[in-house]
């Protein structure tokens, strides 16, 4: 074939996918009838089909086979620091209670405690080794994974209480928010660092975006009049979201320009 017998496989199989012969969620030929159809061996066809998976264009399912991976527009995940908007588009984006279309939890968030690392020990303005509560959730809109989120919270804050662990106990499924409120620490403000970069190979799993696609991954902590309640990491799939944020504007002391 010239080029890599696999490569020219792989391009010709790109072209019919593009060309709507295998359709998003379809499965693609098996290695057995791929190397029947191009005269080539299974390790061959095998390749050819690695070389879809790693471009995005397949997604394997284990015991089951390759299916073409579906392509999904990117719509607007709103974020804000206004208070009122605060209390509404954060905790329903990150809360876990599915409310005016912005998504639901999938599942209860698995949590456990664990001594704070040295990078959340500075985050959250602890010592090292401190025990914190890690939780870790997905949330989803319209059934795709849309956001994944690792938190952790002191124990010195919230041990003891009912809002331990944030999917068990009375405010199970509640906003970090609303939880530290139901036991008198106000959050006053949070601090959000946004980065682009490409995803793991465990978030591209769990996320179901191709290994090495990009996302906004995005370092939040919580704060109250005391200091961090909470601080969180968030990976969100570049390919079906972006990110808007509402920030008030405060106006200087004194008049300003007419």
């Known amino acids: 074939m010239g080029v890599a017998a696999y490569r020219t496989i792989a391009a010709d199989l790109r072209r019919r996918i593009e060309q709507g012969e295998f359709a998003p969620g379809e499965p693609l030929p098996s290695r ?5 159809a191009y005269g080539v061996g299974s390790n061959v066809a095998a390749a050819a089909v ?4 790693d471009d995005g264009l397949a997604k394997g399912r284990a015991g089951v086979g390759v299916f073409v991976r579906e392509r999904r527009s990117s719509s607007t995940m709103e974020r804000s620091w206004t208070r009122q908007r605060l209390q509404g588009r954060l ?3 990150e809360g876990g209670r599915e409310a005016s279309g912005a998504g639901s939890v999938r599942g209860r968030p698995r949590s456990r405690t664990e001594p704070a690392s ?17 939780s870790e959730y997905l949330l989803t809109r319209d059934s795709s994974p849309a956001m994944l989120c690792v938190s952790w919270e002191p124990l010195s804050i919230t041990g003891g209480t009912p809002v331990a662990l ?9 906003s970090v928010i609303a939880r530290m409120s139901s036991i008198g620490l106000p959050v006053t403000r949070s601090t959000e660092t946004v980065t682009a970069r490409s995803a793991t190979r465990e978030e591209a799993d769990t ?3 191709a290994p090495g696609a990009p996302v906004a991954a995005i370092e939040r902590t919580y704060y109250g009049s005391e200091g961090p309640l909470e601080t969180a990491d968030l990976v969100i799939p570049g ?3 972006r990110l808007a944020y509402e920030i008030p504007a405060v106006p200087a002391d004194g008049p300003g320009p007419a």
């Open 32 to 36: 057995a009838d791929i190397a029947r």
């Open 118 to 134: 040295p990078e959340t020990a500075r985050r959250l303005g602890i010592a090292a080794t401190d025990p914190v509560v890690r």
């Open 91 to 93: 905790a329903l984006s």
């Open 50 to 53: 690695r070389v879809l998976v």
């Open 207 to 209: 996320l179901d975006i």
């Open 166 to 174: 944030p999917g068990a106990g009375p405010m199970a499924g509640s």
């Open 239 to 241: 390919e079906r979201f």
